[in-house]
């Protein structure tokens, strides 16, 4: 039953004075604030990142400001319901996008948020993941999971720019984000080991041999998932989405972000559930329309834009060849901590 609740301005000054002075407030005026009705009332809003007003602001943040100087020279994309400046694009999703320049590094840390990088553009970059080097090629979906050090470099001769999605928000909200830094780390002699251990859906090496690394992919290559993309579009009639899993076990990737990729087929338009979780779209390629819960965003390749939890969404293919997008995602969180929730719309 929906009951108006007392407010704060009912209650007399000197009880309101005395509750202050003696650390405490009446639960009854901020209770709908922290228990909506029926569904939650999300602060963050459906924002958009148009590639080609990004850019040219990076390219000048290499221009102005020394690696050295920034450890990672980032430009944060920040949710709209929280103001530029704010570290998140959703609630437990932080996304950014770096730059690196030919013959650049960015020194090894390793920190208890976990990050993915989705490359938008230039050739010759890498990033080492616990000694293992993973190349950054246009699309590739490359993992850094908490606790694992990680640094970037550069061979190519072209400027590198990719995005960066961390559960940051979460572990700063839970006061339990930190980094260690440490020079560049020794490469292992065995760089993209995963792209032959797992090279085929349904193998993986014996186990008799040897135990699984809990992260045991952490470069997904974009050619692979596009021509997997592909082949699901030409075998069903139905929306086109797959998500991204650990090869060993079968569950997400990272403990609380998770990632889809998805085509849309030229003029497909498509209506998903509602769903608890918060969204990042991030386009690979073709161009659209999506409406987030009324707000209409159109998009081509290397446009990024968000959903917040429970959001209405509708994307459309508007070219005439496929579209590709890739989606960071919270489901993992909110599975683990039992409340994902799915709606008819
Ligand atoms: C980080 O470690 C990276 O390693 C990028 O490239 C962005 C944003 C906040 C905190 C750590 C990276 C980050 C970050």
Redesign the pocket.
């Known amino acids: 039953m929906s009951q108006q609740l007392g407010t704060l301005e009912e209650l007399p000054q000197d009880y309101r004075d005395a509750m202050a002075a003696a650390g405490v407030a009446p639960l009854w005026p901020m209770m709908r604030k922290v228990l909506p009705h029926g569904r939650p009332a999300p602060q963050t809003k459906p924002s958009y990142w148009n590639f080609s007003a990004l850019r040219p602001l990076l390219l000048r943040a290499g221009e102005l400001t020394p690696v050295e100087k920034a ?2 020279r ?1 430009l ?1 994309m920040s949710d709209q319901g929280r103001g530029t400046g704010a ?1 998140q694009a959703t609630s437990s999703i ?1 996304i ?1 996008m ?1 730059l690196l320049l030919p013959g650049e590094t ?1 020194p090894a ?1 390793r ?1 208890t ?1 976990s ?1 993915a ?1 989705i490359i938008v553009e230039g050739k010759g970059g890498y ?1 080492v993941v616990d000694g293992e080097k993973l190349p950054m090629h246009r699309g590739d979906l490359v993992l ?1 999971p908490g606790g694992d050090w ?3 470099g550069h061979d190519g001769d072209e400027p590198v720019i990719w995005l ?1 999605a ?1 559960d ?1 928000p979460l572990f700063v909200y839970l006061e339990g ?1 930190y ?1 260690v830094e440490a020079p560049l780390q020794a490469q292992r002699n065995r760089p993209d080991a995963a792209l032959v251990e797992y090279a085929a859906a349904g193998l993986v090496p014996s186990r008799r041999a040897r135990t699984a690394r809990r992260y045991p992919m952490t470069r997904f290559p974009w050619d692979r998932t596009e021509a997997a993309l592909r082949q699901m579009a030409a075998y069903t009639d139905g929306a086109v989405e797959m998500d991204y899993i650990n090869p060993e076990t079968g569950s997400d990737v990272l403990p609380t972000i998770g990632f889809t990729a998805m085509m849309l087929r030229p003029g497909e338009t498509v209506r998903p559930v509602l769903t608890s979780d918060s969204s990042v779209f991030h386009v690979i390629g073709g161009q659209g329309t999506s409406v987030v819960d009324g707000v209409t965003f159109d998009w081509a390749a290397k446009d990024t834009f968000t959903a917040p939890v429970f959001a209405t969404v509708d994307h459309t293919n508007t070219g005439t060849e496929p579209a590709f997008l890739i989606r960071v995602h919270d489901r993992p969180l909110q599975e683990k901590l039992g409340y994902y929730e799915e709606r008819a719309r």
């Open positions: 450890e990672r980032v944060v570290m932080y950014g770096q960015a840390h920190h948020p990050a990088r990033t850094t990680h640094d970037h960066d961390l940051l984000s980094a």
